[in-house]
C-alpha cells in the first residue's frame, strides 16, 4: 500500500523563525493535505493541494504539491508561540467512492518564546 | 463553514460494555463519512468509511463485528464499540466528506477519547 515519509519527527524553534517539514510518497496522489491537531483535539485543515506544481498560500502558511505528485512540504514563516502543535500531511486519490487519505506520521512542533 | 461535531468527547466505561460515539455534520451533508483511530503520539489510523445507506467498508485487521458503524443519514454517521475491553482505549476520530468536482476534503471532529477499565 501507499506510505508517507513525513520529516522531520519533531523540531525545536524559537519564536519568530520559520520552519519547513515535507512528505515523500512511494507513489502518486491526486491531492496533497496538511493537516494541524492540537493535543485532545481532531486535526483542521489547513492547505489543500490539487495540482502537480501548486504553490498556495494561507497567511503564514505556504505549501507546494511536487511535480512528480509524490511529495509536497509546508512552510511557516515568523513562528508563534500557537503554531506549536502536531502537524499531518495526508495523500488523497479521488475516483469512485474512494477518497481515503493516507496520513503521514506527523511532525511535532514546539516554539519557544 | 465545514463544522463537524462528535459526542460524547470523553467516555470511561467498564469493560464488557458497549459505547455508542456519534458523528455529526453540523453545516453541510456529508456523503461519506470516516472514523479513524489515533494512539498517543501516532498518526491517525482509518479505521473504516462509511457511507450513507450503505454498508461501511472495514480497513484490514478491523473487526466488522466489534466496531459497528451505521450512517443513518447525510448528516450522522454512529461508531459503536461492542463488548470494550482496556485495549480499546484510544481516541477516536471522525471526518465527514465534503465533495467537490475535484476531490473530497474532509472535515474532522473533535475527538473521542475512550477510556475501557
Known amino acids: 500500500g501507499q506510505q508517507l515519509n513525513q520529516s522531520p519527527q519533531s523540531m525545536f524553534i524559537q519564536e519568530g523563525e520559520d520552519v519547513s517539514m515535507n512528505c515523500t510518497s512511494s507513489?502518486?496522489?491526486?491531492?496533497w493535505l496538511w493537516y494541524k491537531q492540537d493535543p485532545g483535539e481532531g486535526p483542521v485543515l489547513l492547505i489543500a493541494l490539487y495540482k502537480a506544481g501548486e504553490l498556495t498560500s494561507n497567511g503564514r502558511l505556504t505549501a507546494q504539491f511536487g511535480i512528480t505528485r509524490k511529495d509536497s512540504f509546508l512552510n511557516i514563516s515568523a513562528s508563534i508561540p500557537s503554531d506549536v502543535g502536531i502537524y499531518f500531511c495526508?495523500?488523497?486519490?479521488?475516483?469512485?467512492?474512494?477518497?481515503?487519505?493516507?496520513f503521514g506520521k506527523g511532525t511535532l512542533l514546539t516554539v519557544n518564546p | 463553514g465545514a463544522v463537524v461535531s462528535q459526542h460524547p468527547s470523553r467516555v470511561i466505561c467498564k469493560s464488557g460494555t458497549s459505547v455508542k460515539i456519534e458523528c455529526r455534520s453540523l453545516?453541510?451533508?456529508?456523503?461519506?463519512m470516516f472514523w479513524y483511530r489515533q494512539f498517543p503520539k501516532k498518526s491517525l489510523m482509518l479505521m473504516a468509511t462509511s457511507n450513507e445507506g450503505s454498508k461501511a467498508t472495514y480497513e484490514q485487521g478491523v473487526e466488522k463485528d466489534k466496531f459497528l458503524i451505521n450512517h443513518a443519514s447525510l448528516t450522522l454517521s454512529t461508531l459503536t464499540v461492542t463488548s470494550a475491553h482496556p485495549e480499546d482505549s484510544s481516541f477516536y476520530i471522525c471526518?465527514?466528506?465534503?465533495?467537490?468536482?475535484?476531490?473530497?476534503?474532509?472535515?474532522f471532529g473533535p475527538g473521542t477519547r475512550l477510556l475501557v477499565l
Open positions: 471526518s465527514a466528506g465534503a465533495g467537490t468536482t475535484i476531490s473530497e476534503t474532509q472535515y
Open positions: 507513489s502518486i496522489f491526486n491531492t
Open positions: 495526508a495523500g488523497q486519490n479521488s475516483g469512485g467512492s474512494n477518497y481515503k487519505l493516507t
Open positions: 453545516d453541510f451533508q456529508a456523503t461519506t
